[in-house]
């Protein structure tokens, strides 16, 4: 680059969603060098400087202008209320594509059944701001505290209820706590400095960026699938296919038969092959993807 002024600033997340990040920018065709010691992992695009941010952090690093781009949780541009450019959503999280849940918990054996009930009650979180607007919107009045961590165990002694996150409730019920509502559900976003957008050379590499990330997330729940078929059993086989996008179809050299590609769901890949075996399909390949570009 001709000066590190065209060189784009990415924040990526440091914690809970660092690794499943690094491995989607791998499988979208990136090469990331990542030091154990170091906060500047290394892309093999002269063009992308980045910098590990705790996810907490990082609209408020992007809305300011520090980074020009990052990835963060839509739950923390909310708690911060930040003034940034949504470029897609990219639903992934530490363990699965579901979103994340921010919940109210109390223990089990509280007698907090609903938000109101929280009336002059103390909560525990961190997502402070995001809880207390939310909370007023109910009418309802209660002291929120931030939490350092380890929130789970504060109630009922340092807390009557605590706000968590939660992706399967498996923590929260390992602590003897039970979820009173959801206030919020978050996927991962990709985030601009609005300054930064209105830079064209900026923008594209930020789109092509996006494109390619949701070209690898789409891939990762789907698998192709590559069979011969001959003419007699051809109707059935595409019937079978139907639900899918047209797979593409091309004819052998050996006459009457038929090279059929498709991609498809990958959890639906057992109960289809069977069938398509049984169809008349031979030869049948499955294959992964590493990108699905629409």
Not at 183 to 192: D, G, L, Q, Y
């Amino acid at each position: 680059m001709d000066n590190d002024k065209d060189v784009l600033m990415l924040g990526l997340p440091k914690g809970s969603l660092q690794e499943s990040t690094l491995k989607l920018f791998r499988k979208a065709g990136y090469h990331i060098t990542v030091s154990s010691r170091s906060y500047y992992p290394v892309f093999d695009d002269p063009g992308i400087g980045s910098m590990l941010i705790r996810a907490q952090e990082m609209a408020r690093y992007v809305e300011d202008g520090h980074l020009d781009c990052g990835l963060t949780g839509h739950d923390w541009v909310l708690e911060q209320n930040a003034d940034v450019v949504e470029i897609a959503e990219l639903r992934y999280a530490k363990e699965g594509f579901r979103p994340v849940r921010w919940v109210i918990a109390v223990p089990g054996d509280s007698k907090i059944q609903s938000v109101q009930d929280l009336n002059g009650k103390r909560i525990a979180t961190e997502l402070v701001g995001y809880t207390k607007r939310y909370l007023k919107s109910k009418g309802v009045k209660a002291e929120v505290d931030f939490s350092w961590g380890a929130t789970e165990v504060k109630p009922p002694q340092l807390a009557d209820a605590i706000v968590e996150l939660t992706e399967t409730g498996t923590s929260l019920r390992a602590n003897n706590l039970r979820i009173v509502e959801t206030i919020a559900e978050s996927t991962t976003r990709f985030i601009a400095n609005k300054k930064a957008w209105q830079d064209k050379g900026k923008r594209r590499k930020m789109e092509n960026i996006a494109l390619l990330l949701k070209g690898a997330l789409a891939a990762e729940e789907k698998v192709g699938l590559k069979m011969n078929v001959p003419e007699n059993a051809f109707k059935k086989v595409l019937t079978l296919l139907s639900a899918m996008h047209s797979p593409t179809v091309s004819s052998l050299s050996d006459a009457g038969w038929y090279a059929i590609d498709v991609v498809i769901d990958e959890k639906i890949v057992r109960d289809i092959i069977p069938k398509l075996k049984t169809a008349g399909a031979s030869g049948i390949v499955e294959y992964p993807l590493n990108k699905v570009i629409p």
